[in-house]
């Protein structure tokens, strides 16, 4: 019986790190959907961002304002694979773009939802620099 108990214990144990273990989803990059988003003083452009599952997309912020902004979404990049070679441009839940400035972030949406992004900057969102992504 006690034999048992530690079998089954040791095989929830490798099963368990077997989860953990797992790597990451590939997506094929090379076919990723862009998707443009324009911040100019207090707007988003579009304001709404309507994605699909599963698909691969490249997000490309263009910052044409006169001062810098970002893409505040925390609810939102919890919700997606971040491609590997652009976790680092995304700095916590946001994505900060200079004035006068581009940067483009791969993602693939993992969770369906409607999660909302806004502009950190002061008085940015309450000027109206939000929006929402809706994953279908």
Not at 9 to 34: E, F, H, I, K, N
Not at 51 to 79: C, K, M
């Amino acid at each position: 019986m006690l034999k048992t108990a530690v079998s089954a214990a040791l095989l929830s144990l490798s099963l368990a790190g077997a989860a953990v273990a797992q790597p990451a989803p590939s997506a094929d990059w090379q076919r990723a959907q862009t998707v443009q988003v324009v911040m100019t003083n207090y707007a988003f452009t579009p304001k709404s961002l309507r994605l699909r599952r599963g698909i691969p997309y490249r997000l490309h912020f263009v910052n044409s304002g006169s001062s810098g902004h970002d893409f505040t979404a925390p609810e939102f990049f919890s919700a997606v694979l971040i491609a590997p070679d652009d976790r680092a441009k995304v700095n916590g839940d946001e994505i900060e773009v200079a004035e006068g400035q581009a940067v483009d972030v791969k993602i693939v949406p993992e969770r369906p939802g409607a999660y909302a992004f806004h502009c950190s900057h002061f008085l940015h969102s309450v000027f109206g620099m939000t929006g929402q992504a809706v994953v279908e």
